[in-house]
C-alpha cells in the first residue's frame, strides 16, 4: 500500500544513542552516562540501509541525527556522508559541547546541511545546572563560535521553563547577534526524566506564544518558531483570520506533524510519532521502514479528538498536543490541557484547501533551487501568498519577497 501523499514524511528523527556526556533535568530519552549506552543500539550498517530505504521514496526528507549526544558516535560523519550522496537533508541536534574546530570543519566535509544546538540560559549556572553538569555552558558557547567562524549554518534550541522564560527577549537577540538561522522554543513535555519537571502554566504558555508572533513579526533575518505548540496556530489566525496564510493545517509545519509527516528511529530501532509518544509501533530490525510508516499511526491521521480539543473550531488548524495529555495519564485524544482556549461552538474552521494559482517557468526553476525538503511548504506559502494579493500566478519576484521577509535583506530575483 501506498501512503497517500499528504502523509509524506518530510522530517524524521534518529536517535543514535541513548549515551550522553550531560544528564538534562528534561531529557525525554532518560538517556545514560558515557558509561550506560545500550550495547543493541542500531549499527552503522543498519542505519545506511535505512537511509537508504528513505531515499528511494523520498528524497525530501530531512534527517535529524540526535540522542544523548549523538556526536559521540565516531561513525557520525559517515552516516552524514551516506545521507548527502542520496540527496537527503542530514542535519544533527547536539547539545554542542563537542563542536570543535576539527569536528566542525569534519561535519562540514562529509556534508552535513547545519546543526541544531541546545542553549537554555545566557547564565552559566542556569544552564549548567538544567544540564547537569559544571562547565557545559562554556563548551556550548565555544561551540556556537566555531559554527560561525566556519560557517557552517545553525539553529538554537531553547527549553523554555516557569525559571527562564523571562530570558526569551534577551535569548533571541543573542541568537540574532550569533548568526542563528532560526530560534527554536521548544515547550517541555513531561516524559522521560522530565515526567518530574513542573511544566509552565497554561496562561503563561499563552502569552509566551504571543510574544513569539510579535518577535517573528519584528524579525526578518532570523526565524523565531515554537515548538510542541500546535496552539500557536490557533493564535496566529486569532491575530489575523482573514490571513490565508494563516490557514495553511497545523500538520503541515507550523503544528503537530507527529505520525503524519514525522516520526523518530529510537536507538534500539523502534518507531515512535514523536519522542514523547514512547508507544513504539513498530521497530525497523523486524519490518522494513514504509511498511510500519504506512499501515500504523492512523489514529494520529484521522484524530477523533476528545474534550475541548475534540469541540474547538481549531482542531483541524491546532489540534493540540496529542502527547501532553498521554503523559498527564490520559488518552492520546484528551484534552490538551495547556491550553487556554473555550471553543465558542463555531463551524470548525477548514484548512487552506488547494488554490487555483498558476506557476511560471521562471518560478518553477527558481523552486529547483529550495532544498527538497521545504518545497511542498514554501509551494503553499507561496500559493497563500499570492491569493491574497488577488494575483492568479507566482513569480520569481513573489518568491524573493518571501525569501526576504524569512531571511532578512532585500528581495533578490
Request: net charge positive; proline share 6%; aromatic share 6%.
Amino acid at each position: 500500500m501506498i501512503t497517500p501523499k499528504s502523509y509524506d514524511i518530510l522530517l524524521l528523527a534518529i536517535n543514535l544513542t541513548s549515551c550522553c556526556n550531560l544528564a538534562c533535568h528534561h531529557c525525554y530519552l532518560d538517556a545514560g552516562t558515557l558509561q550506560q549506552g545500550n550495547p543493541n543500539e542500531l549499527t552503522t550498517t543498519e542505519i545506511c540501509n535505512l537511509l537508504n530505504e528513505i531515499a528511494q521514496r523520498s528524497p525530501e526528507t530531512m534527517i535529524v541525527l540526535t540522542g544523548g549526544e549523538p556526536l559521540i558516535r565516531n561513525d557520525i560523519e559517515i552516516l552524514i556522508k551516506q545521507g548527502t550522496q542520496l540527496g537527503l537533508a542530514m542535519v544533527v541536534g547536539t547539545n554542542g559541547m563537542l563542536l570543535t574546530e576539527k569536528r566542525v570543519q569534519s561535519l562540514k566535509e562529509a556534508g552535513i546541511l547545519g546543526v541544531g544546538i541546545s542553549l537554555d540560559s545566557l547564565d552559566p549556572a542556569y544552564h549548567d545546572t538544567f544540564r547537569g553538569r559544571q562547565g557545559s555552558w562554556k563548551k556550548t558557547m565555544i561551540g556556537i563560535e566555531n559554527c560561525r567562524r566556519h560557517h557552517l549554518s545553525f539553529q538554537l534550541h531553547f527549553s523554555v521553563t516557569e525559571n527562564n522564560a523571562n530570558e526569551l527577549p534577551a535569548m533571541i537577540d543573542f541568537a540574532r547577534s550569533s548568526g542563528a538561522r532560526v530560534f527554536n522554543v521548544f515547550f517541555l513535555v513531561c516524559t522521560g526524566r522530565g515526567q518530574f519537571m513542573s511544566d509552565i502554566s497554561a496562561t503563561r504558555y499563552e502569552h509566551i506564544l504571543e510574544s513569539l508572533i510579535e518577535a517573528q513579526a519584528q524579525s526578518q533575518e532570523m526565524i523565531i518558531r515554537p515548538r510542541c505548540a500546535p496552539h500557536y496556530k490557533r493564535i496566529a489566525h486569532q491575530r489575523q483570520p482573514k490571513s490565508l496564510l494563516n490557514q495553511i493545517s497545523g500538520m503541515e509545519g507550523d503544528g503537530c506533524i507527529a505520525g503524519t509527516h514525522y516520526c523518530r528511529i529510537t536507538p534500539t530501532g523502534g518507531i515512535t510519532a514523536c519522542p514523547y509518544i514512547p508507544v513504539e509501533i513498530g521497530n525497523i530490525r523486524q519490518h522494513p521502514f514504509w511498511e510500519i510508516w504506512d499501515n500504523e499511526f492512523k489514529e494520529l491521521r484521522t484524530p477523533t479528538l476528545k474534550g475541548n480539543c475534540g469541540d474547538c473550531e481549531y482542531q483541524k488548524l491546532c489540534g493540540g498536543c496529542r502527547a501532553r495529555p498521554l503523559a498527564a495519564g490520559g488518552d492520546l485524544m484528551d484534552t490538551d490541557k495547556l491550553c487556554t482556549y473555550k471553543p465558542q461552538g463555531n463551524a470548525i474552521i477548514q484548512p487552506l484547501q488547494p488554490l487555483n494559482i498558476k506557476w511560471s517557468p521562471d518560478a518553477e526553476k527558481r523552486m529547483t533551487r529550495v532544498p527538497a525538503f521545504l518545497r511542498k511548504m514554501v509551494r503553499k506559502r507561496a500559493e497563500a501568498y499570492v491569493a491574497e494579493l488577488g494575483e492568479p500566478l507566482v513569480t520569481p519576484k513573489h518568491l524573493a519577497v518571501l525569501s526576504a521577509r524569512r531571511f532578512g535583506g532585500k528581495p533578490t530575483l
